[in-house]
């Protein structure tokens, strides 16, 4: 039985308990158009299995990292920016500004982006 929380926002979409715009879903993650986009692209991945953030990962969630990371480059074709470019966010923990305590990848695209992506921010190569 895959772990679910009852009132995590995502695992409620994952059962299919809210609406949401799925892009693209296999046994082991559901990606979904963000409601709130940030790019002409915007696209989260999820595991079907609740886990927290990234930082709760253990080694038995390496096959559902790994998920996550797969799927980016097909919803990337699915979605037309495969080619052109795209990145794959994660935000971890509350300074992060991480909204929904259950890992999902913003993946976004569609337009060019810039480099550091925060105005304001001291530039970071790497």
Not at 13 to 42: C, K, L
Not at 56 to 70: C, K, N, S
Not at 77 to 97: M, P
């Amino acid at each position: 039985m895959i772990h679910q929380e009852p009132d995590c926002l995502f695992c409620r979409i994952v059962r299919g308990e809210i609406p949401a715009s799925i892009v693209y879903r296999n046994d082991h993650v559901v990606a979904f158009r963000d409601i709130t986009p940030i790019t002409p692209q915007h696209v989260l991945i999820i595991p079907v299995r609740h886990i927290a953030s990234l930082s709760d990962l253990t080694p038995e969630d390496e096959a559902a990292a790994g998920q996550i990371l797969l799927a980016a480059g097909i919803v990337a074709e699915i979605i037309g920016i495969r080619e052109s470019g795209y990145r794959l966010v994660f935000n971890t923990g509350k300074d992060a500004l991480q909204s929904v305590f259950h890992i999902h990848g913003h993946l976004i695209g569609g337009n060019q982006m810039g480099w550091p992506p925060f105005p304001g921010l001291p530039e970071v190569h790497g």
